[in-house]
């Protein structure tokens, strides 16, 4: 009697699992839309407002090579980590996390899916406001892409993984204040519309988003390598930030 | 072949016990409800079995493997209804219910599993707009979409009219009858008489009693009140069994026109065994 009730066991493979929540993230995002675009409003007007007028002191005489790079970094932390740490947050609070805790998701399977879309709104949210850059004067070597992205996905895995570990050790109206801190402290030492404290190679460690914001620099604006330092510095907070994730992450 | 089995289990919130050493078992195909007033460890023991809650004491036994450590292959085998979800997904029915089916082999077809809990003319809304039977009813959607072995109910049909109860109770027979097994808690007790084949009763974190709905606590032996009307007057007699008083009355030709036998009701049993324990 194997009629439409009969139970079958088993689950689909891993990979699928995953590459359908990695969908289910980016309808969820293509449906707060409004909220994605909003996001890039403050990059965008740092971009204009640093890249094209005098309104603060940047080190070198390009503007714009300074600023534009600065300016692709705080798009990358404010939507893994700020972003994030806020939707998943309330996500958690909502039951939308529990209910996918019942299903044959796994804890990184759903870490990697997450990490995994919200590199995809990134990469747009990057072409658009390079696009931007492109328009008022950015003039990017593009044969130093390779390398911009590689540091960026070591930044995004950082940011991914702070966020989910605060959504999992925190309520969710702290976690929304405690991001905006921290995306407000950055925006300020990070290194975005003036010169970071020079803290020497210390400061990469300590900073990340002046140490991501450094390494685009380095490529897309002058062509040159990521320093060591920076890959060790983003490589390391990856390491240590996505692990704790993955081992206090929470349900419920 | 059992699907669940318990011993010893106990969890304690903050010092306080509110699983306080239950046993439990239930055979595949089987559906067991769980029944007891709000705060008697329903919900807790539940959460254990379906490993979203770690226990402070006991062995448990779920399809074989313990839920505490059991990995995602034991995660697709059972299903689970979920209790006061409210996640506000700005997804629609259709697209959830084809989500989730995205996670298991061999998944029903979720037309025909929203079709199943009545959300057809719903498919294509937003969840956030749903009412809150509606909910309910995608939750069992979502639950039942992987066709898992054993699937939980934790107060499933809360918030449903009574026609949506009923619909629901004929979902739940045919998935017993195709071999699910299922653990049910509930506060309805016509909902557990209706479905169970056994059923437990929880009080303060201990069961107080475990049986067939019409054997529970001594039900079926509980003997049986006789009420007739003779010359106008009623008549009630307290009897062990019914049948030699009715015989009597019949060759005494007495008239049985209102003639009325009562058991206790299962309530009647429910409340009498958690009274003693509150």
Same mark, same amino acid.
């Given at each position: !009697?194997?009629?439409?009730?009969a139970?079958a066991?088993?689950?689909?493979?891993?990979?699928?699992?995953? =590459?359908?929540q990695i969908? !289910?993230e980016?309808?969820?995002?293509?449906?707060?839309?409004?909220?994605?675009?909003?996001? !890039?409003?403050?990059? $965008?007007?740092? &971009?204009?407002?640093a890249g094209l007028?005098?309104?603060t002191?940047?080190?070198?005489?390009?503007?714009l090579?300074?600023?534009?790079?600065?300016?692709?970094?705080?798009?990358? !932390?404010?939507?893994?980590?700020t972003?994030?740490?806020?939707?998943?947050?309330?996500?958690?609070?909502y039951?939308?996390?529990?209910?996918?805790?019942?299903?044959p998701?796994?804890?990184?399977? &759903?870490?990697?899916?997450?990490t995994?879309?919200?590199?995809g709104?990134?990469?747009?949210?990057?072409?658009?406001?390079?696009?931007?850059?492109?328009a008022?004067?950015?003039?990017p070597?593009f044969e130093?892409?390779?390398?911009?992205?590689?540091?960026?996905?070591?930044?995004?895995? =950082?940011?991914?993984?702070?966020?989910l570990l605060?959504?999992?050790?925190?309520?969710?109206?702290?976690?929304?204040g405690?991001?905006?801190?921290?995306?407000?402290?950055m925006?300020?030492?990070?290194?975005?519309?003036?010169?970071?404290?020079?803290?020497?190679?210390w400061?990469?460690?300590?900073?990340? $988003?002046?140490?991501?914001?450094e390494? *685009?620099?380095?490529?897309?604006?002058?062509?040159r390598?990521?320093?060591?330092a920076?890959?060790?510095s $983003?490589? =390391?907070?990856? *390491?240590?930030?996505?692990?704790?994730?993955?081992?206090?992450?929470?349900w419920? | 072949?059992t699907a669940?089995?318990?011993?010893?289990?106990?969890?304690?919130? @903050? /010092?306080?016990?509110?699983?306080?050493?239950?046993?439990?078992?239930?055979?595949?195909?089987e559906?067991?409800?769980?029944?007891?007033?709000?705060?008697?460890?329903?919900?807790t023991?539940?959460?254990?079995?379906?490993g979203?809650? %770690?226990?402070?004491?006991?062995?448990?036994?779920v399809?074989?493997?313990?839920?505490g450590t059991? /990995?995602?292959?034991?995660?697709?085998?059972?299903?689970i209804?979920l209790?006061?979800?409210?996640?506000?997904?700005?997804l629609?029915?259709s697209?959830?219910?084809?989500h989730?089916?995205?996670?298991?082999?061999?998944?029903?077809?979720? #037309?025909?599993?929203?079709?199943?809990?009545?959300?057809?003319?719903?498919?294509?809304?937003?969840?956030?707009?749903?009412?809150?039977?509606? %909910?309910?009813?995608?939750?069992?959607?979502?639950?039942?979409?992987?066709?898992?072995?054993?699937?939980f109910?934790?107060?499933?049909t809360?918030?449903?009219?009574?026609?949506?109860?009923?619909?629901f109770?004929?979902?739940? @027979?045919?998935?017993?009858?195709?071999?699910?097994?299922i653990?049910?808690?509930?506060?309805?007790?016509?909902?557990?008489e209706?479905?169970?084949d056994?059923?437990?009763?929880?009080? #303060?974190g201990?069961?107080?009693?475990?049986?067939?709905?019409?054997?529970?606590? /001594? %039900?079926?032996? #509980?003997?049986?009140?006789?009420?007739?009307r003779?010359n106008?007057?009623?008549?009630?007699?307290?009897?062990?069994d019914?049948?030699?008083?009715?015989?009597?009355?019949v060759?005494?030709?007495?008239?049985?026109?209102?003639?009325?036998?009562?058991r206790?009701t299962?309530?009647?049993?429910?409340?009498?065994?958690? /009274?003693?324990?509150?």
């Open positions: !009697m194997s009629g439409v009730f139970p066991p088993g689950r689909a493979s891993m990979r699928s699992v995953v =590459a359908s969908r !289910m980016l309808t969820l995002t293509a449906r707060r839309g409004e909220a994605v675009v909003l996001a !890039m409003g403050v990059p $965008l007007l740092v &971009l204009l407002g007028t005098e309104v002191n940047v080190p070198g005489d390009d503007r090579a300074f600023v534009v790079p600065g300016v692709l970094a705080l798009t990358v !932390m404010s939507t893994a980590f972003g994030q740490a806020i939707t998943t947050g309330y996500e958690r609070s039951g939308v996390l529990k209910r996918l805790g019942a299903s998701l796994t804890r990184p399977g &759903l870490l990697f899916a997450k995994a879309a919200v590199l709104l990134i990469v747009v949210q990057l072409i658009a406001l390079a696009a931007v850059g492109l008022v004067g950015w003039r070597h130093a892409v390779l390398p911009a992205l590689g540091i960026t996905v070591l930044a995004t895995a =950082a940011y991914s993984g702070l966020a605060m959504a999992s050790l925190l309520r969710p109206e702290a976690t929304t405690a991001a905006t801190l921290i995306y407000v402290l925006l300020a030492a990070g290194g975005i519309m003036f010169a970071a404290p020079d803290l020497g190679t400061g990469w460690f300590v900073l990340p $988003l002046a140490a991501h914001a390494a *685009l620099r380095e490529t897309l604006s002058y062509g390598s990521v320093p060591t920076i890959w060790l $983003l490589g =390391a907070w990856a *390491l240590v930030l996505v692990t704790a994730a993955a081992r206090k992450f929470r419920e | 072949m669940i089995e318990v011993r010893g289990l106990r969890k304690a919130y @903050r /010092g306080h016990e509110v699983v306080r050493g239950i046993d439990l078992e239930v055979a595949r195909g559906v067991f409800a769980l029944l007891g007033p709000n705060g008697a460890g329903k919900t023991t539940t959460e254990i079995l379906e979203h809650r %770690r226990r402070d004491g006991g062995e448990v036994r399809l074989g493997a313990d839920p059991a /990995g995602s292959e034991w995660r697709a085998r059972i299903g209804v209790q006061d979800t409210d996640d506000a997904a700005d629609t029915v697209e959830m219910v084809k989730l089916a995205g996670f298991y082999p061999d998944p029903r077809p979720p #037309a025909e599993v929203i079709d199943l809990v009545g959300l057809t003319p719903k498919g294509g809304s937003r969840i956030r707009t749903l009412s809150g039977g509606q %909910r309910r009813r995608l939750d069992v959607a979502l639950g039942i979409v992987g066709r898992p072995e054993l699937l109910l934790d107060e499933p809360t918030g449903f009219d009574p026609q949506a109860r009923r619909h109770w004929d979902l739940i @027979r045919a998935l017993a009858a195709e071999g699910t097994t653990l049910l808690t509930t506060h309805y007790l016509e909902e557990a209706a479905l169970a056994r059923l437990a009763v929880l009080a #303060a201990e069961i107080v009693a475990v049986g067939t709905p019409a054997g529970l606590g /001594g %039900r079926a032996s #509980a003997g049986a009140k006789v009420s007739w003779e106008g007057v009623l008549r009630t007699e307290q009897v062990a019914p049948t030699p008083l009715i015989r009597e009355l060759a005494a030709d007495t008239d049985l026109s209102s003639l009325t036998v009562t206790p299962l309530e009647d049993t429910y409340l009498t065994l958690i /009274g003693a324990h509150l």
